[in-house]
């Protein structure tokens, strides 16, 4: 029983963290955990915030021994009591100056010979000030211990034990982040004097010539060239590095080509900026990609110099899919070992990664004798992809690279061409997954392909299954082409995916389709999942990781469900019903209404997002990305308010 409370403020934040968040033991306040632990009491013998040398003790302590978890939480109880301004320390009187203080005494510089294992832990320092009962009357700061670092891991509200947790398995994948961010805006920032669009080609060449063969001589030398050198180089190094990886001269081709602007571009030649990219990239972001991680660090890298570039957004088609999301097309569908994964828009080329690391997870766990042979044959026949953007196919052609694959399929051609045609019955894939160019528009003007267009003709395309991410109004819109997709092929489940899912590039509200191919649907049963969280949190600066480590166990339950769902459909996140022609294809069309949180509130607030969907229809905004200041303009200028709306519809 908690005991020795000095403040009511306290005793609130106690029974609340009691109530409300799971830990396995009980959080203790001062001098009561004398026998939890010797050595975290050894050193708050002498942690003083008066820097007396004497004992020193947060407000609060949790520890788990099992878990090598500390928690400590120091508590004020005013808001302005929260931290010291202008540079200034005082642990006494502020929340986060006290458990910085604290925190301090555990860093590895500090520990003693003594309680040196405690190197092992996890350590935690949270700064709480006003009252954890009034909204808008409390401040909190988290800190965590990392080597000889405290670092404020951003979050603003008390977290379960295994969240804790989580952040230390994440913490090294954040400052691989902020790196690769960093290196990503300032190479950008180098190549401001170049057309956006050529950024990433040049890139490319560059990433390649980096590329770290024992024949490479670019690498060894390049430091000692001149600029004009390294220009007149660049293109032979490509050529030379692409070739011994046997690149079809004809890609080869087509990536020289578009690095031709080097020889004209002036303000490059004129200056050293080539020379401080590479060094940037040779230095700072190629030794990432070596570092063992479940994360695609090299496929955020592409992804955040593509954001820096403004050449990934909706507005442009172009939206890259998260890394998570890939993997989890691999998860969805049984992949065989000797399937042929398809991408007729590859981007980067993350699909097709995905679907080759499946398979080498296959063959790791087979009996297969020759497992590299295998392995090979995966790079050299069993990949294939189609991206038309040269800029994305410059990327795709380096990214493979770096990954070990430089034989991979992947052709710079529509895949609606002859060409693509022609290639398709020679090497007959058994899978495709897409996420296709979005806001296509079928127009004599705009000849680009809607979505429905692109699955269509991918599925009959691939002999298994088909797998496709895309806008919610693909699932609902054009009936004639999704009766006759359900004609040839079975709808088995639409997954619909979270609203932040690609933020920050874009706002769109996105589903994953899963298909049985050259199987008619004949109105069999299709199951409709409503996901709204995968786990994964927006950071400035950041974009959105997963930061609490909570997709993992996301992804099972969704996976379970899935496998699972007769015993648990609640007809309002997940259910499963017959489908007919003409019908949507999206959860919100057959859920139930779920009333039990129905409130005033909430009332409310559905009538208002009708109203912004009702304008948004009727000046045919639907589809567009807009933020709410582009939306606001548009109202001002159309003369649209919510007096004149209601009007209107009465």
Request: with cysteine; hydrophobic share 35%; glycine share 2%.
């Amino acid at each position: 029983m908690l005991r020795e409370r000095k403040n009511e403020t306290e005793i609130y934040l106690y029974e609340y963290i009691k109530k409300n968040k799971v830990f396995t033991y009980e959080w203790e306040s001062k001098k009561l955990i004398k026998n939890k632990n010797k050595y975290i009491q050894s050193i708050l013998d002498k942690a003083s915030k008066r820097n007396t040398g004497k004992r020193g003790e947060p407000d609060l302590i949790y520890v788990n021994n099992n878990n090598k978890l500390l928690i400590l939480l120091e508590n004020k109880d005013s808001i302005k009591d929260h931290e010291s301004k202008n540079n200034t320390t005082n642990a006494v009187k502020y929340a986060v100056d006290g458990i910085k203080h604290y925190l301090s005494f555990f860093i590895n510089k500090h520990l003693s010979e003594h309680n040196k294992h405690l190197k092992e832990w996890k350590i935690v320092g949270i700064a709480f000030s006003g009252n954890i009962n009034e909204e808008y009357n409390k401040k909190l700061d988290t800190f965590v211990i990392k080597n000889n670092d405290i670092i404020n891991i951003e979050t603003e509200e008390f977290l379960n034990e295994d969240d804790y947790i989580a952040f230390f398995e994440t913490i090294d994948l954040e400052k691989i982040t902020n790196e690769i961010s960093r290196s990503s805006q300032t190479i950008n920032n180098q190549l401001r004097i170049i057309d956006s669009q050529k950024r990433p080609v040049l890139l490319s060449a560059l990433m390649i010539c980096l590329f770290d063969r024992e024949a490479n001589n670019f690498v060894r030398n390049y430091k000692n060239f001149n600029t004009q050198t390294i220009i007149n180089i660049i293109p032979e190094t490509v050529k030379t590095i692409l070739s011994k990886e046997e690149i079809d001269n004809n890609k080869i081709d087509i990536l020289l080509n578009e690095i031709s602007f080097l020889k004209t571009q002036k303000e490059l030649i004129k200056s050293n900026i080539l020379k401080d990219i590479l060094d940037e990239l040779h230095d700072n972001v190629i030794p990432l990609f070596s570092k063992k991680s479940n994360y695609d660090i090299i496929g955020k890298f592409y992804e955040e110099f593509l954001k820096y570039a403004g050449v990934s957004n909706v507005k442009k088609g172009i939206v890259l899919t998260p890394s998570h999301i890939t993997t989890l097309f691999t998860e969805l569908i049984d992949i065989k070992y000797n399937d042929i994964i398809f991408d007729p828009a590859c981007g980067t080329g993350a699909f097709l990664i995905a679907g080759m690391n499946k398979i080498y997870e296959l063959i790791d766990t087979s009996n297969y004798k020759e497992k590299n042979k295998q392995k090979n044959n995966v790079k050299m026949n069993q990949l294939l992809g189609f991206e038309l953007n040269t800029t994305m196919y410059s990327l795709a052609i380096s990214n493979m690279l770096f990954r070990g694959d430089g034989k991979s399929r992947i052709y710079n051609e529509d895949f609606f061409s002859k060409e693509a045609d022609n290639i398709l019955r020679e090497i007959k894939p058994t899978i495709g997954f897409i996420n296709p160019p979005y806001s296509g528009k079928d127009t004599k003007n705009n000849p680009t392909k809607k979505e429905l267009q692109f699955l269509e003709k991918m599925l009959d395309c691939s002999s298994r299954y088909g797998v496709i991410i895309a806008p919610l109004s693909t699932y609902f819109k054009d009936n004639d082409i999704r009766n006759r997709i359900l004609k040839k092929h079975t709808l088995k489940a639409v997954i619909n995916m979270p609203k932040e899912l690609f933020q920050p590039n874009a706002m769109t509200h996105t589903a994953i389709a899963i298909f049985e191919t050259h199987i008619p649907h004949n109105n069999k049963e299709v199951i409709f999942y409503d996901l709204k969280d995968d786990g994964f949190v927006l950071s400035k600066n950041k974009g959105r990781t997963d930061r609490l480590n909570k997709w993992k166990l996301i992804k099972t339950k969704l996976l379970d469900d899935l496998q699972n769902i007769n015993n648990k459909q609640d007809y309002v996140t997940m259910l499963k019903i017959n489908i007919k022609e003409d019908e949507e294809w999206i959860i919100q069309a057959h859920s139930k209404t779920d009333y039990s949180n129905l409130s005033n509130k909430s009332f409310e607030k559905a009538i208002k997002e009708y109203i912004v969907f009702k304008t948004k229809l009727q000046l045919n905004l639907i589809e567009k990305d807009l933020d709410e200041i582009e939306l606001l303009e548009i109202l001002n200028t159309n003369n649209v308010s919510a007096k004149s709306f209601l009007e209107e519809n009465k």
